[in-house]
């Protein structure tokens, strides 16, 4: 067999058969899992170790099964004797093995294009994996470790999204009237006028302890903790309405934009659909469907509050049903500001009354006989849930907290959580009622 091993290598790696043979011979006197784990080693992708290409799901679990192939070798008590000699042999290696790697020596110029979304996450997400391997290697085959341009986008996709609040901020402003009442003041009066739920609502808003979540699936946590959380217009697909054409026109008429201008915008700067969750300990109750995902993602809010919308009910069910979205002449007929979320209040409050379910609940605010009597709005409900935008990209910085609904994190997606310092919930026996988790044999 281990002459099967060096031959192949010998093939693999275009050199003189017997020079080949000679010095994979003494690798493998060593130990033969050297010779495994080296014929991996110089397979890299060179245009990937250089970030020249952004790798993929293949790219990374290549160098992951290196690197665990690695560890596991440096675990083994015998492999402290072996070391030395591994040593004396790199230059032997290197002559073989690298022979035509002096690609590896050129570094990566300055781009002439700029990132696509993800790319520059992921090729520094490489770069994060092959400074691990190189701490198992030894120091005359370790791989350059590339300094890549940083990705301007990083801060023009949300300082556009801000930009883009405060002109949605100026439109509803000049609506407001629209609501039934001449300013923001005068409606949360009457809000507080409702009764005990209506003031209660009014606080949870005001103080910002209501929360915002996101759902996703937990086979996305591989490429969240590398790139984040993305739009359709990024992933090519969604658990909702996959229609590319239908979102563009639905948003642009919601951001009262021009189609083909929106239509053009960074894909990063669009909205991600999210939901309010109840306050932490409130005897109020989540309602949201579990089809976008069994892992639940609650962000800060002092990280997305100025690039974060509303609408009062479903968007895309609300713009297809009752509005073509010509003409903007009511305020709900916007993605509103987050400076004005009280304004969700009215479409919650019989739920939250009801059955505490902070939930729109597929019904038109019931309203008469109160204090907002008056409340106006052009469009109906058309949702169970009170959803919410989130524009200009977000990341795993941004989340606070992480409740799994069926699997515990683990592995790289686990570390990257406990880096961060986000709490991590199990919310196996309900979306209500998490509790505090730790890694089992970690102290709580």
């Known amino acids: 067999m281990r002459t099967v091993i060096l031959a192949l290598l010998a093939a693999w790696f275009a050199v003189p058969p017997v020079l ?23 397979a890299l992708p060179a245009d990937v170790v250089l970030g020249k290409k952004k790798p993929g799901w293949q790219e990374f679990a290549n160098i992951a099964d290196l690197i665990s192939d690695l560890e596991s070798l440096r675990k ?17 290696l290197r002559g073989v093995a690298l ?12 781009r002439s294009t700029p990132y696509a979304p993800t790319e520059y996450e992921l090729l520094h997400a490489y770069q994060r994996q092959l400074a691990k ?58 809000v507080a006028a409702l009764g005990p739920e209506g003031e209660a609502l009014l606080k949870a808003f005001q103080d910002e302890t209501v929360r915002i979540a996101i759902r996703r699936p937990n086979r996305g946590r591989f490429w969240i903790e590398k ?62 469907a579990s089809q976008y995902g069994d892992d639940i993602y609650i962000f800060k809010l002092a990280s997305i509050s100025d690039r974060l919308t509303f609408t009062p009910g479903d968007s895309l069910n609300r713009f297809g049903s009752r509005w073509s979205g010509e003409t903007v002449t009511s305020w709900d007929h916007l993605m509103i500001p987050w400076k004005y979320r009280s304004l969700m209040i009215p479409f919650v409050w019989n739920k939250v009354r009801g059955s505490q379910q902070l939930a729109v609940g597929y019904q038109d605010p019931q309203l008469s006989g109160t204090s907002l009597k008056d409340f106006k709005y052009a469009k109906g409900v058309q949702s169970d849930y009170t959803e919410v935008q989130i524009f200009g990209g977000l990341r795993l910085n941004d989340v606070a907290e992480f409740h799994f609904t069926e699997k515990a994190p683990e592995g790289d997606f686990l570390k990257s959580l406990q880096e961060r310092g986000i709490k991590i919930f199990d919310a196996s026996g309900g979306v209500n009622k998490p509790t505090p988790w730790t890694p089992p044999g970690a102290t709580p």
Not at 156 to 182: H, Y
Not at 235 to 258: V, W
């Open 20 to 42: 080949a043979c000679e010095v994979f011979e003494k690798l493998a006197a060593l130990d033969v899992r050297l010779t495994h784990a080296y014929h991996k080693a110089v």
């Open 133 to 190: 391997l190189n701490g198992l290697l030894p120091v005359g085959l370790r791989y350059p470790i590339v300094k890549l341009p940083k990705d301007p986008r990083l801060t023009e996709v949300p300082e556009a999204a801000r930009k883009l609040m405060r002109e949605q901020e100026e439109r509803v402003a000049k609506l407001f009237d629209t609501t039934g009442f001449a300013d923001h003041a005068e409606f949360e009066k009457a």
């Open 227 to 288: 790139t984040g959380f993305h739009n359709q217009f990024v992933t090519k697909s969604s658990n909702g309405a996959n229609d590319n054409d239908l979102r563009n026109k639905c948003e642009s008429a919601y951001t009262a934009m021009p189609k083909d201008e929106y239509a053009a915008l960074d894909p990063e700067l669009k909205p991600q659909y999210a939901y309010v969750k109840p306050p932490e300990g409130s005897e109020w109750k989540e309602n949201i």
């Open 76 to 92: 083994d008590p015998n492999f402290a004797a072996v070391e030395p000699k591994l040593k004396e042999l790199v230059p032997e």
């Open 99 to 110: 022979q035509d790697r002096g690609e590896y020596e050129t570094p990566p110029g300055k």
